[in-house]
């Protein structure tokens, strides 16, 4: 038998960056989609969380709306790139919340593209692993993300944020302090990605780009900013000034400086609140709420939407501030609600 365990991420800083070819600092999560299983002819899996069976021949790869798209997705990637590869009878279970914001998407496509990479001795690198993940989503499941998710979920390491440049792919690994927890909260908002507003901010920071004649994000001054119309001004602002944050945060982890990272992924959180419109009233009260608690800073990670926020807390103090923050939530909220204490931990494998 085969397993494999391919973990979520939250992404620290270094949000809706990764489609202009900016910076982002994820981290892969000890939450884990889990998929055992051993070779086969065709394709049945069976998910835990589902409780269904799906089942599908090589020669059958289209797309059925569920969630056996991603397992599907990776079969038309690996096959349309030339790799000889067989079926899965198996299962898919774990412990990370689907739909919640955590990439569960892709740690599914990862979970499967490791599982094909040893049964089949494929001898994929991670990168690869990453990039046909993104292609699967992007092309198969019709997605338009970036690559933030696929690679922190290959490239994960115990103990450390991974500092990525989204334009060469070139990346560094920064020591994540012991003695601080994440704190996730997930809203218990569901957020659809394929849903329009992704989109249609995606295209408004494209057409930034070319208004302004640059490549990426990475290379625009705040002073050019002004070039722009008015809602491209304050999208695209955003994404410029979020830019200089994840090197700011780089920084501060570097000299070991807690608070400021805090404050600035608390800064980061209100400027994608205010200027880009993803945040949402329940994100912007666990924000509220766990910096009132004693949180060093806290933000949304990924999309927005609904989804799931972070918030960077002592160690000995994170059960307390999550256990609080979901009391009070729950007093305004009718969603079902959790908190996770998670640390950075290792990739796909
Ligand atoms: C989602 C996408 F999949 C990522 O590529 C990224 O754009 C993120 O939203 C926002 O930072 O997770």
């Given at each position: ?306 989804g799931s926020a972070i918030a960077l807390v002592d160690k000995e103090k994170a059960e307390e501030v999550g256990k609080a923050v979901l009391e009070e939530y729950g007093k305004k909220f009718p969603w079902k609600a959790k908190y996770f204490i998670v640390e950075p931990s290792d990739g796909v494998g």
């Amino acid at each position: 038998m085969i397993r494999v365990e391919s973990p979520g991420r939250v992404n620290l800083i270094g949000e809706h960056t990764d489609y202009t070819f900016g910076y982002v600092m994820p981290m892969a999560i000890n939450l884990y989609t889990i998929l055992e299983g051993e070779k086969a002819e065709v394709v049945t899996l069976y998910s835990e969380h589902f409780r269904e069976e799906k089942f599908f021949s090589l020669d059958q790869l289209y797309k059925e709306n569920t969630w056996i798209d991603y397992v599907k997705g990776v079969y038309w990637v690996l096959k349309s790139e030339g790799y000889n590869i067989g079926g899965i009878k198996g299962k898919i279970l774990g412990n990370l919340p689907i739909g919640a914001g955590l990439s569960s998407s892709a740690s599914l496509e990862l979970a499967v593209m490791a599982f094909l990479d040893k049964a089949y001795s494929l001898n994929l690198s991670r990168l690869e692993m990453a990039l046909f993940a993104k292609k699967a989503e992007n092309e198969f499941v019709g997605v338009p993300c970036g690559i933030l998710d696929q690679f922190a979920i290959a490239f994960g390491k115990k103990g450390h944020a991974i500092f990525l440049d989204t334009d060469t792919l070139s990346y560094g690994y920064i020591p994540f302090p012991s003695d601080v927890s994440v704190l996730v909260f997930y809203t218990g908002v569901k957020r659809e990605l394929a849903s329009s507003a992704y989109a249609e901010r995606r295209k408004i920071a494209e057409e930034s780009l070319r208004f302004l004649g640059k490549r990426t994000s990475k290379d625009v001054d705040e002073s050019e900013l002004i070039k722009l119309p008015s809602l491209y001004r304050k999208f695209f602002g955003y994404i410029v000034r979020e830019n200089r944050r994840v090197l700011e945060v780089r920084d501060a982890l570097k000299n070991g400086n807690i608070e400021e990272v805090g404050e600035i992924l608390t800064r980061a959180h209100w400027d994608i609140a205010r200027n880009y419109g993803v945040s949402s009233e329940e994100l912007d009260f666990f924000v509220r709420k766990a910096r009132e608690l004693g949180a060093y800073g806290a933000r949304l990670t990924g999309a927005g939407f609904g989804g799931s926020a972070i918030a960077l807390v002592d160690k000995e103090k994170a059960e307390e501030v999550g256990k609080a923050v979901l009391e009070e939530y729950g007093k305004k909220f009718p969603w079902k609600a959790k908190y996770f204490i998670v640390e950075p931990s290792d990739g796909v494998g």
